[in-house]
C-alpha cells in the first residue's frame, strides 16, 4: 500500500513498483487508509510523512491503535531531511524509512528487503 498526497509522485512510484512486479494499492490521502488496508491486507505499508491534515506518523498512530491484526511493515517515504526520519522510527519501533530524494530505485529496494526478496 502506498500513501502519499503528491499525486504525480504516487503515480510514477505506482507504475514503477507495479512494473517491477508488485501489486500496489495506492491512496492520494492519509484519510480513509484505515478501511483499505483491512480489504487488501497489505505486505507493506509506505506511507509519505508530510501530508495535511494527518501526517505519516498519525496516520501509523491510528492504524495502530485500529488494528485487529498485526499492522504490516511500514516504511514512511519522505522529503524530509533524515535526521528527523531516524528520530520517527526511533519513535515508532519496527519501521524504516527512505528518502524520497535517493529516488524509486531506493524506495523499491526496501520494499524488497522486507518482502525477503532477493
Request: hydrophobic share 40%; proline share 8%.
Amino acid at each position: 500500500m502506498l500513501v502519499d498526497d503528491n499525486a504525480m509522485l504516487l503515480q510514477q512510484a505506482e507504475t514503477y513498483l507495479t512494473k517491477s512486479g508488485m501489486k500496489v494499492v495506492s491512496h492520494s490521502s492519509p484519510f480513509g487508509v484505515g478501511p483499505l488496508m483491512n480489504q487488501h491486507k497489505p505486505d507493506v505499508a509506505v506511507l509519505d510523512v508530510m501530508m495535511p491534515g494527518l501526517d505519516g506518523e498519525q496516520v501509523f498512530q491510528f492504524l495502530e491503535k485500529q488494528a485487529t491484526e498485526a499492522l504490516p511493515p511500514v516504511i514512511f517515504y519522505s522529503a524530509m531531511a533524515e535526521e528527523p526520519l531516524h528520530q520517527l522510527c526511533k519513535r515508532r519501533p519496527g519501521t524504516s524509512y527512505v528518502l524520497k530524494s535517493d529516488g524509486l530505485r531506493a524506495l523499491h529496494s526496501a520494499i524488497q528487503k522486507l518482502l525477503g526478496a532477493p
